[in-house]
T-cell receptor, first 114, second 109 residues
Framework: NAGVTQTPKFQVLKTGQSMTLQCAQDMNHEYMSWYRQDPGMGLRLIHYSVGAGITDQGEVPNGYNVSRSTTEDFPLRLLSAAPSQTSVYFC?????????????FGSGTRLTVV | DAKTTQPNSMESNEEEPVHLPCNHSTISGTDYIHWYRQLPSQGPEYVIHGLTSNVNNRMASLAIAEDRKSSTLILHRATLRDAAVYYCILSTGNTPLVFGKGTRLSVIA
């Protein structure tokens, strides 16, 4: 049982490049979310999913795409990276109905856009 | 989303209890009170949650005011490992967590 696995752990991109941040969980959790955390700030919600085939926008969705084709995976795509997307990205998952349990977070992907 | 208000920072001596307050005056009847903490350079970690009654687990206790407009996270004996940012979050359980700025807890040896 690995929990929530995020890859890569570190990434440097040039402005305009695209990439996909991977998030996988092996707990059969329905709810998954992506957050970004800028230096010295709290986490901000980018996108979330309540199950396979269902996604919705969070507080800061612009510049990011997501899809949820399986329960296990919830990739986050940056179509054209910008320096403003330099941040640490966290993925989280939770069982549903989820009131009885908290979210499990991954260890994060540190992204730098130059 | 309902809002919470927490002090920006708090300080505690090691091996003493810590009471971290959270105000949520606009809480709705279906909002659960969640606490998460984030250790340096790590992802957030679930601590505890509750609805109306006080809750205890191996990490902490959650004391909820009778009118539910405030709550307190209690660490019974702070250790250096408890130094972190603590987030108080309201959620119905059917919506994702929305984080505020939290309280940065420093623990002094």
């Amino acid at each position: 049982n690995a929990g929530v696995t995020q890859t890569p752990k570190f990434q440097v991109l040039k402005t305009g490049q695209s990439m996909t941040l991977q998030c996988a969980q092996d707990m059969n959790h329905e709810y998954m979310s992506w957050y970004r955390q800028d230096p010295g700030m709290g986490l901000r919600l980018i996108h979330y999913s309540v199950g396979a085939g269902i996604t919705d926008q969070g507080e800061v969705p612009n510049g990011y795409n997501v899809s949820r084709s399986t329960t296990e995976d919830f990739p986050l795509r940056l179509l054209s990276a910008a320096p403003s997307q330099t941040s640490v990205y966290f993925c989280a998952s939770r069982e549903t109905p989820g009131i009885l349990y908290g979210y499990t977070f991954g260890s994060g992907t540190r992204l730098t856009v130059v | 989303d309902a809002k919470t208000t927490q002090p920006n920072s708090m300080e505690s001596n090691e091996e003493e209890p810590v009471h971290l307050p959270c105000n949520h005056s606009t809480i709705s009847g279906t909002d659960y009170i969640h606490w998460y903490r984030q250790l340096p350079s790590q992802g957030p970690e679930y601590v505890i949650h509750g609805l109306t009654s006080n809750v205890n687990n191996r990490m902490a206790s959650l004391a909820i005011a009778e009118d539910r407009k405030s709550s307190t996270l209690i660490l019974h004996r702070a250790t250096l490992r408890d130094a972190a940012v603590y987030y108080c979050i309201l959620s119905t359980g059917n919506t994702p967590l929305v984080f505020g700025k939290g309280t940065r807890l420093s623990v002094i040896a």
